[in-house]
C-alpha cells in the first residue's frame, strides 16, 4: 500500500526555506541613505581620533607622523592637571543634572495642571532651550559682570553686599556656572518629563483620589511609576551631555580662574589647538568616551533589569 503525503504549496511571494527574499536585500538600499551621514560624520571620526590616539601628530610639525602606540595614554595616566579636569567635570555633571531634574520635574508638575495661561507659561519655560549655548553664556556674563551686572546691583540695592566677581573667584566660579547650566538645561527636561505625565491615565488618579490618597500619595504610588522609565532616561541623557559641555563654559570662563571651570573637553580643546597637540588630544577623547561607554553600559543593564522585574 502506498502513501502519498500531500504538500502544501508556498504562498506565492513567501520566502523560500534557505533563502530570502529579494526585499530584504533591498531594504539595505532603503536604510543606505540615513546610515550614510552616520558613518561619515560620526562613526569615520571617531575611529580616525582613536587612531590619532596611538601617534604623536602634531601641528606645524615638518616630520611624519609616528606611530608610538600607548605612550599617549600612559603620560595621561600621570597627568595630574587632566584628572583634576576630569574631577571638576564629575562634579559639574551632577551639580547640573540632579538639580537641574528637580526643578524641571516640579516645572512639569505644575504645567501639568489646569491653569490659566497653561500655553503662555508653557512658551515661556521653553525659551532658554531656544537660544544658542554662545548667546546664553554672553548674557550670563552680563548678569554676572561685577561693575554693572544684574545680580550685584540687585544685591547692592537689598544691601546684602557691594558685590563681587562671580565668574573670576576661586571659590564662586564654578557654582555660578553651574547655575548657567541648571538654567540652560531646565526645558529639555522639563518637556520631556511633562510628556511622560501626560501620557499617565487621568483615570488612576482619580481612582486613588477617592480612595483618599493625598497629593504626595498619589505621586508616589500613581505619577512616579509611571514617569521612572522617562526620568532615568532623561537624566542618563544629561548626564553625558553634561559631562560633555564646552560652548557655555568656555563662553563663560575659558576654564578659569585657575583651571577651576577647566571641563575636560576644555583641556582637550586646549592642547589640541592651543599646544597643538593633536596625538594626546585624541586620547583624552578616548578616555572621555570610554567613561561614557561605561555610563550608557549601566544605563542600559539597569533599564534591562528593570523591564525583567516588571
Known sequence: MTLVTATKRPARGAPRA????????????????????????????????????F????????????????????DLLHDTLFWESFRIGLVWAV?????????????????????????????????????????????????????????????????LGDGHDWLSGLSTALPAVIVVGVWAGMPTTTVALLAGLQNTPRELHEAAAVDGAGAWR?????????????????????????????????????GGPGGRTRLPMLFAYEEAFRYGQFGYAAAM?????????????????????GGDDA
Open 285 to 305: 577623547g578616548c578616555v572621555m568616551v570610554a567613561v561614557i561607554s561605561v555610563l550608557l553600559a549601566l544605563f542600559l543593564v539597569g533599564r534591562l533589569r
Open 95 to 159: 551639580g547640573v543634572t540632579v538639580p537641574q531634574f528637580l526643578l524641571a520635574l516640579g516645572l512639569a508638575l505644575l504645567l501639568n495642571q489646569d491653569l490659566k495661561l497653561r500655553w503662555l507659561a508653557r512658551a515661556l519655560a521653553i525659551i532658554p532651550w531656544a537660544m544658542p549655548e554662545v548667546v546664553v553664556g554672553v548674557m550670563w556674563r552680563l548678569v554676572y559682570n561685577p561693575d554693572a551686572g544684574v545680580l550685584n546691583e540687585t544685591l547692592r540695592t537689598l544691601g
Open 218 to 254: 498619589r505621586f508616589r504610588t500613581v505619577t512616579w511609576p509611571a514617569l521612572r522609565p522617562v526620568a532615568l532616561a532623561i537624566v542618563a541623557l544629561n548626564l553625558i551631555w553634561n559631562f560633555n559641555s564646552f560652548a557655555l563654559v568656555y563662553v563663560l570662563t575659558s
Open 55 to 74: 601617534t604623536d601628530a602634531q601641528s606645524g610639525r615638518t616630520q611624519a607622523t609616528r606611530w608610538i602606540g600607548a605612550l599617549n595614554f600612559r
Open 18 to 53: 534557505g533563502g530570502r527574499r529579494a526585499s530584504d536585500h533591498g531594504a539595505w538600499f532603503l536604510v543606505l541613505p540615513a546610515l550614510l551621514p552616520i558613518l561619515v560624520l560620526s562613526v569615520g571620526p571617531l575611529l580616525y581620533g582613536i587612531l590619532l590616539a
